[in-house]
């Protein structure tokens, strides 16, 4: 049986020593003193691992089940469900006018990561209630606000995201959903949705679906799009009232997350609400769709992290073979797996990749509490353009390593008694939704590079430019192991940004048969990036002689890994951009 | 539903093209002409693509079950079976004395690759039957072969291999499993095996169990190990007669090969009989070590192969987005999938690796038969520094390319219904069964290269410098497309090997360090070289005039494909290994 433990001390390194958010000038980051900020972490952390962990192999065998029109979650969800809604866990980042804490996004983020990590099928509950309630926030009228979000703040009422349809994911221009107008001003959705996680479910007294629909005689295409609030019951006086005409066609067998019940939802002339404008409904989705992906990104490096501990243990547990230059388990009839380089290679690969990808998010979360909080232009603008890396890069990455971490336990980690192959599964989806990789480098390539005349990008390479120079002659260690690796990662970066506006204007192909290797090349110098910055706060704490040498220690040591073994792919990524859109578009669609 | 087409043509560009199968030197390739060849993969193809695909699904979604002690495979494997056996697809390269038709080993490879792809679990039961079958045909006495080979070439008898106990998998030398001598000469053999695939069933009137046990007072450890021949009933003259004490514990639940029944074995003091010499049992099992491994990297790309397929017919199917360049079908909504570069780029990673795989297993099977049939002892020394290349290169990418497959699906890659899960599901176990991959990659660096004073690798880089050389000037296009990437690769390749030499010595974890990377690296040069090869083929046939010039057209712009944006990795790899023991083994335990 697998287990989880909250990376607390990690955590809160990357919150105090790499952000230093109590000094940080961002309103609301004034109370995040570090006992507070511990305080959180380790309460959450203990119901992470204690109430949430337990329950996702549970959930990964028994699935969500679809009986006579009702939804039934794995046993002991509900239970957990409603601690974790009582513990206060759904409204750290909401609004204090409905019932929310208010705390800063950077917060929520991190206690998200353990909620993601200990049972990612189950948060993914309380994560779709909150971007619901993210949109209706932004976008709802004081009544709609007045009248979903207090019992959404809770999770006694859950939310959902419909976008997809059987025939149109990606391409929501195509979308047949339609929504009639009815003389009381509310409108009748008619269509299906799929994919729709968190579809149904037994643990809240309604849920309140946001639907992606089509006004009839509205403008064509993705332009005619708008969004609406359609829920499970109507809501008469505060309360669920009548049953609204939406309902569960089936509940999909998916390769993982089948504690989350992913549904086909059909709408049958369903009483809807219009959220926000007519026709604006993209614009209402888009305005959370950097916390939604960066809640995604964070996924996958969250089941690497599961996977990443429990393999650990699994290393210094099972004994298999001696080690090559002398026993170190003498008295045994084997070694532990630890010993072993390509062990270590491979448990290396995974915490230098988990720690770097915390930085990378947190300081991505920061971004966005700075754009919100600070109405930092430039902030938003940084965090527009790195979202696609954080959500593709983090979620490719995380996949592979949970897969690496299965890979640890051999024949063990195939089957499914070890859990391992669940992380592996469940970590798959996030590669998909909320956008699938390929999509974010398009996203990245095609609309990002070139936002406000490339203004954002230009910032980004002046913040590693401005470290390389900040940390010159810093000292040999330094240059040799942490900014030498960042300059020779950044110059690949720049070449392969020259190489896009050089080629792309005139051949768009020639930049979009790249826009996945640039992706990550840009993740691994932001990894890189994170891990330099690291690297600074580490030897700062170890020279004042303050902190946990040990721990900063090894903080460096893996730090150095990931420079020396991970950042050198940039330079694969970039010779595979500079072969351009020949290699890619040769062939004709008959000859594949 | 997903399908499988037998790619034919594409196989005997290889055969003939490539390989020259029919003029190749070697005893029983003289009646591999072409005609003869074309007729076996195109029956084959046929009974994969109409018997044996059709239960793929099947065999995932109702798994095997053990009930009363018997073990029940999926509707309609026991008739597809017989139908297989019926068609005499499992005696093809089996020795005519038994039954066999006498063909060389690279043909079964060819026809193994088809009912690989088209059901991989189902076809592990011939698999296995054909291992345990070589066993026998290469150590039983004469006695034991007539006994046991002629129901095993028609696999009326299955077999299966018993190495894996809880407590140990690759360290073999820890087993527990005892054979204790009775007065007969036979033994009786107790212990418990795990992880074992095909280990029971109904589908055959008799299992043959290879079991590795030892005999007490035996040597310790690996050298104390004896191979023993355990049927499920004992043979009674030349029919299965009294049930032998050896039972199925329980089928495991795994990730994927649901339709292979993976059991725990017990042996209650059950009949065995030694196989080949007393605590010789390793060496009889490494025997067909290659011929093994080899099969298992051919599943790995064969289910790339059949992802491929798939994901390839959904891109040109599913309508999503226009070309960036203008529209491709611009009377209908959308554009189809496969107009978008980075589709292309997914597919063309797939397509590239999956023909140069193919070619690569090919090679290494034609170098089986040179080694057994010629009695080639060069041969033998190239195939065994190359099989474990073979299995781990080949098993890596041929997961991550099912993976990859599974994406162009988006959202529907990740629900079972539309099969791509069960291709990456299933594709994962040979990462880790025979010899996981970092074991691969030990035996590789660890044993490998220095075998024989390193005249096997000296051998290999000799076969890749002379190809360069004999291509000198051949044309600027190959010379730039194919002939100076290869030379790059090799250069690193060379570069690896070197820095082991010069660090392995002093300091083993600095080659070990580097293991895993070198394997890729290897396993990059090999389809580099096998690429620039077919590049030649290619040429040859369209300077002559002759063949079908768009397929070679597609076969050049493939290999391209490879050569600009697969091979470039092998820059990145010299630079881990590089990298030294240092980054790898800073850490101590407790610090991870």
New interface residues.
């Given amino acids: 049986m697998p287990s989880y433990t909250a990376p607390v001390k990690d955590q809160m390194f990357v919150l105090n020593d790499l952000l230093k958010v109590g000094e940080a000038d961002i309103p609301g980051y004034e109370d995040l003193d570090r006992e507070t900020l511990e305080a959180i972490l380790e309460e959450s952390g203990k119901v992470a691992r204690d109430v949430t962990a337990p329950l996702n192999v549970v959930g990964d065998t028994e699935g969500c089940v679809l009986e006579n029109g009702v939804v039934r979650t794995p046993k002991g969800f509900k239970e957990a469900f409603d601690a974790v809604r009582e513990g206060g866990w759904t409204a750290l980042d909401c609004d204090p006018e409905y019932g929310g804490q208010g705390l800063p996004y950077v917060v929520a983020t991190a206690v998200g990561e353990q909620f993601s990590a200990a049972n990612m099928a189950f948060n993914m509950y309380q994560g779709l209630t909150h971007g619901a309630y993210s949109a209706i926030h932004a976008h709802g009228t004081d009544d709609q606000k007045q009248t979903y979000l207090p019992k959404m703040v809770t999770c006694e009422w859950t939310g959902t995201m419909n976008l997809?349809e059987p025939?149109?994911?990606?391409?929501l221009g195509?979308m047949r959903t339609k929504a009639e107008p009815q003389a009381d001003g509310s409108y009748k959705v008619t269509g299906q949705k799929?994919?729709i996680s968190a579809g149904d479910h037994d643990m809240s007294e309604n849920v309140i679906h946001l639907v992606l629909a089509k006004i009839p005689g509205g403008p064509e295409g993705i332009k005619g799009v708008s969004l609406f609030i359609v829920p499970k019951f109507i809501v008469e006086d505060g309360q669920p009232g009548a049953r609204n005409a939406v309902s569960v066609g089936k509940i999909?067998?998916?390769?993982?997350i089948h504690g989350n019940s992913?549904c086909v939802m059909n709408y049958d002339g369903a009483t809807g609400y219009l959220l926000g404008e007519e026709h604006k409904g993209m614009r209402a989705m888009f305005t959370m769709m950097n916390e939604a992906r960066l809640g995604v990104g964070l996924q996958g490096y969250a089941q690497s992290e599961v996977a990443y501990q429990n393999a650990?243990a699994y290393a210094?547990d099972r004994?298999?073979?001696r080690d090559?230059?002398g026993a170190k388990n003498p008295d045994g009839?084997?070694d532990?797996l630890?010993?072993?380089?390509?062990?270590?290679?491979?448990?290396?690969d995974q915490?230098s990749f988990n720690e770097g990808a915390r930085a990378f998010t947190y300081w991505g979360a920061q971004m966005i509490d700075r754009a919100h909080r600070n109405d930092d232009a430039k902030a938003m603008g940084l965090i527009s353009l790195l979202t696609p890396v954080i959500k593709g890069f983090l979620t490719d990455k995380g996949?592979e390593m949970a897969?690496a971490a299965?890979?640890v336990y051999?024949?063990h980690?195939?089957?499914?008694?070890w859990g391992m192959?669940q992380f592996?599964?469940d970590a798959?989806?996030a590669?998909?939704?909320e956008g699938?990789?390929?999509v974010q480098?398009?996203d990245l390539v095609?609309r990002k590079l070139a936002q406000d005349g490339g203004k954002h990008v230009m910032a980004f390479f002046a913040m590693v430019t401005d470290f390389i120079k900040e940390t010159k002659g810093r000292s040999d260690a330094f240059d040799a192991g942490f900014r030498e690796p960042l300059k020779a990662a950044s110059k690949d970066l720049q070449a392969a940004g020259m190489f896009f506006m050089q080629n792309g204007m005139k051949?768009?192909?020639a930049a979009?048969?790249g826009?996945?290797d640039f992706m990550h090349l840009f993740g691994h110098v932001c990894l890189g990036l994170m891990w330099a910055k690291m690297a600074v706060a580490a030897e700062d704490r170890l020279a004042a002689g303050d902190g946990d040498a040990?721990?900063l220690?090894?903080k460096l040591?893996?730090g150095?890994?990931y420079m020396?073994?991970q950042l050198?792919?940039t330079?694969?990524h970039l010779?595979?951009i500079e072969?351009g859109?020949?290699?890619?578009?040769?062939?004709d669609?008959d000859?594949?």
Same sequence: chains 1, 2.
């Fill in positions: 997809t025939h149109c994911g990606t391409d195509l799929i994919f999909e067998e998916k390769m993982g992913t650990l210094k004994l298999q073979g090559v230059t009839p084997a532990p630890i010993v072993h380089p390509d062990i270590r290679r491979n448990l290396m915490k996949f897969t299965q890979q051999g024949g980690g195939y089957i499914e008694e192959s592996a599964r798959r989806i590669m998909i939704y699938a990789n390929g480098a398009l095609g051949n768009p192909n979009l048969s826009s996945y040990e721990f220690n090894a040591a893996t150095r890994y020396a073994r050198p792919m330079a694969t010779k595979r072969s859109a020949d290699p890619v578009m040769a062939l669609a000859h594949f």
